[in-house]
């Protein structure tokens, strides 16, 4: 067999091309060289018999063995334009050719596979799923009945295979090393080949991932684009109506039961004849029986919607892709069906007429009302962008025009754009989602625009704001200029009724489009203008507005222009992107702003978007921006355009924007460092942070879409490593800035907080602690108070959390150490607690519950202490030991929590605060010094909180009834909360 399927495969254009392909290379290098197509030899001499295997597990199902291989390799010969097929490398036919062979290799499975994969759960829920099928199963065990119970596993193991066989087919080629030979010159490129395979069992919408699908990646020299051979394999595939796939005699050995595989066969018996050309697929049939026939209809529209959607992608390729990788396939396929014996009709349950109108014109799908005069405003921009090509291509002049009118509770849009005949107003504007712009007809014009039109529903949209409306219409004809196309006028006086056709005497082409308001309409004379510059910031015509009240001309800003009452914002720096690389479809500019409450004017073709989908949550809160997006840079909306597809486009216009800024940042703060005096660079620094301008991405606002925020903190620590000076005290007790770009590369790091100390604590002092109880002595950073949150942010994270807390004998005065070292344990969260095992005291012997950390300023931000005898009983080493005692861990910091409340009330009291004079003090340990002394009722509460602990852990069977709370003492807390200000 194999030998057979490889002298059929020899015959075949596809394969003649690439031999002519490897004998050009010949010519051309003198040197040998047919390793691509001896690998496919090899390849095929594999593969063949396993096709052969298919029928094991799906038997009733057509063929899929070397013979339909050979017809996909032969359709695709057929359908690819012959200016194309010169312009494929050997690569590419050679991945057509594997995938012909290899995509339904996955049908195979050995008898103790088939047993293995009966006993998964994955094919359990398929079988338990179909409720009907499970059911007669169940029943026919219950009975005995087991060979009944047999086909009806082997009817389910036959679906999980056909479910699964493209992701088997994976396991396969790796199994049988056929992806091994899959090679040139030493250069595997078999995921291609998977994935081209992987495709014909997803929806062609998937393939526009170019992330998966490129259309421009490479194998060595030779260019290779994996998302047009997809879509031809595809095609090919599901074009094999050869009857040398349903021979009938096989038909009748197999004697199928299943009524989808009979349907399945029958559809092909009733092909009695075909045609496929690179311009023409035509299907003649011959039909016995209704269901054949609407099996096979439907089996053509299957095919007409892989037509359109095929043509939909590859029409979205432009330069060197639109001139090389061509489909001139029709997006219908022409069928010629004959009903023997019986008339076809198809009825059948219809939709809510009126319901799914209701559902597309109102304010459930679009939201704001609004959008209605978008959408007309929409394809008045269209119509003009289409008009304006054309007449640019033949070398007229064209002044293009469009009005908005508000009188009499009439809204009318009017443009001198392309117009409209009566056949484009019936097959589109007619048609509920099916757009011109879209369409192959506006295709074949070849004209040069990127329209805004997209689904063909957002007419409906007037109806939320208007009762009725007129449609009158001139097409301008471009073919025959003395034979210009009659106009049209239609009311639509409900979405429900027939149009009424009205004679017009429109002279101009364009298009006027008249509302009749309801009573609620939102629009008025003083908004209008505003509503329109929100809809519209960067389209390329101004809008003459006319309203009772005053005529004026709406006059929209260039990419890059702010609102005028946005300039007096405090501006940082900005970055132009119509200058940096030269993105295609990307003009504007970003502004980094003081302010937080940024304007965001981004806009696809002139059109506003949702302004949050291109930044990232906490790193661009200070962005304004003024950015239009368009060509290959467009973005794939919601038929609402409430909302932005997350895609490949997303994603690489995202990266962008993100990138620009990032670097915009780095390179202002080098140009700071240098033109300013040190202190008063710090002093910059420290307000960009505190205005979180540079910060680290950590979900500050958790319901915007953040994007890349590993990448985004990588690139801010490297910023902050190379430009933010911090406060170091150095050995003799000097506070001076540095900028340490090796912090995370440094062995030991303290902080301590510095800001706000009393003239008595002295930096000497500090100095002398640290030499006393850290060795060897670390780098000494002092935290400030400007930029404190953000700057402990990046400590944190560069260093990786505290290892150790050192609470010193001045009172009050507490250090963070960070360590490098991966052996060292660090700071650890449980249920939002921090816990440590290194605390540190004043005396060793004596271990605190808990002391307040650096990070935070509020109460129940604390560092508990996993080594405290209420504490450690729990633990085993950074893990509760097991659920009982995560529940008692819980308990503790939630009693504890409660007493710490308490204890922020007293200290923000003006009597505390007058009582104690570290009472104002910034930092909450050094308010907290002499706390317990002033308030002794305070220790009472942390007594009764833990005893209230004890009580509930017991309760909880976390510690045992018999086991004798030993009492909370003053030693548990900070020593400095019972001390006396000196």
Known sequence: MSEDAIMRLQQTGLFKRLREIEKKEVNETCLEDNEISQNIISVVRKAAPLLDRVPENMPEFTLHNANHSIHVIENMGRIIPPETLKQLNAIEISILIYAA???????????????????????????????????????????????????????????????????????????????????????????????????????????????????????????????????????????????????????????????????????????????ITPEKIKIVADCKHPQHERTLREFIKIIDNELEDSHRLVSSYRGDLETKYILKLPEKVDHDIHSVGYEYRDFRFELDYRRVLDLLMGEGLYGDPVVALRELLQNSVDAVRYRESLEKRDGNGYRPSIEVSLKNNELIVEDNGIGMDEEIFKNYFMKVGRSYYQSSDFREKNVDIDPVSEFGIGILSVFMVADKFAVESRRKTFEDEFNLSEPIYFEIPTAYDYFIKRQSKRSKPGTKITLHLKPNHPFSAEALMEIISKIAPFIEYQIKINTDKAESK???????????????????????????????????????????????????????????????????????????????????????????????????????????????????????????????????????????????????????????????NEYMKKIFLNNVPLLVLSENGERSYEIIKNLDKLTTVAITASSDWPEKISEIKIEEETKKLIYPRPVLLLDEEKGHFTKLEFFNYILGGPSEIYITSIPGVVISLFSSSEKESKAFKIDGHTFISKIHNVNENIKPLFVHSLERNLPFDVIFNSEHWLLSRFFNDQQPKDELSLKAIKILTHCIDNALAIVWDIVLSGYYERKNEMGSCRDINHRLIGVTRYYPEVFEEFNEAVQEFWKEAQSQGVVYMEEKFCGLTLDDLPWFWNCEPK
């Open 101 to 275: 062979y290899l995509h339904d290799i996955g049908m195979i499975a050995s008898r103790g596979e088939h047993k293995e994969i009966v006993k998964t759960n994955e094919f359990k829920q398929l079988l338990t799923s179909n409720e009907e099928l499970y059911e007669k199963f169940e029943e026919a065990k219950n009975r005995g009945d087991y060979e009944e119970a047999l086909d009806i596993e082997n009817k389910a193991f036959t679906d999980f295979l056909r479910r699964n066989h493209v992701q088997r087919a994976h396991k396969i080629i790796k199994e049988y090393e056929l992806d091994s030979e899959i090679s040139w010159r030493g250069i595997s490129y078999s995921k291609w080949v998977k994935t081209v395979c992987e495709s014909h069992g997803l929806p062609v919408k998937d393939l526009y991932n170019t992330k998966l699908w490129p259309n421009d990646t490479f194998v060595l020299e030779q260019p290779v684009n994996v998302q047009y051979l997809a879509i031809i394999f595809r095609l090919a595939d599901i074009l094999d109506i050869d009857p040398e796939r349903t021979p009938k005699f096989l038909f009748y050995f197999i004697n199928p039961k299943d009524e989808v595989s009979i349907n399945e066969w029958k559809k092909h018996f009733s092909i009695t004849g075909f045609q």
């Open 554 to 712: 709406y006059k929209p800003l260039l990419p890059g222009e702010m609102p005028e009452d946005d300039n007096r914002v405090n501006e940082y720096f900005k970055v132009h992107l119509s200058e940096i690389n030269k993105f295609e479809g990307i003009q504007g500019v970003l502004r980094v702003t003081e302010e937080e409450k940024n304007i965001k004017l981004v806009a696809q073709r002139g059109f506003s978007i949702p302004y949050y989908v291109a930044f990232g949550a906490c790193l661009f809160r200070h962005v304004d921006a003024s950015v239009n997006i368009s060509g290959r840079a467009k973005l794939t909306l919601s038929p609402n355009r409430s909302s932005v597809i997350i895609n490949e486009n997303f994603c690489k216009l995202t990266d962008k924007l993100q990138s620009e800024i990032l670097s915009g940042l780095e390179m202002h703060l080098i140009h700071c460092k240098d033109s300013m005096k040190p202190a008063e660079y710090a002093k910059y620094i420290n307000e960009l942070l505190d205005k979180r301008v540079l910060s680290l991405e950590t979900g500050y606002i958790p319901q915007v879409f953040s994007y890349r925020e590993h990448e985004i």
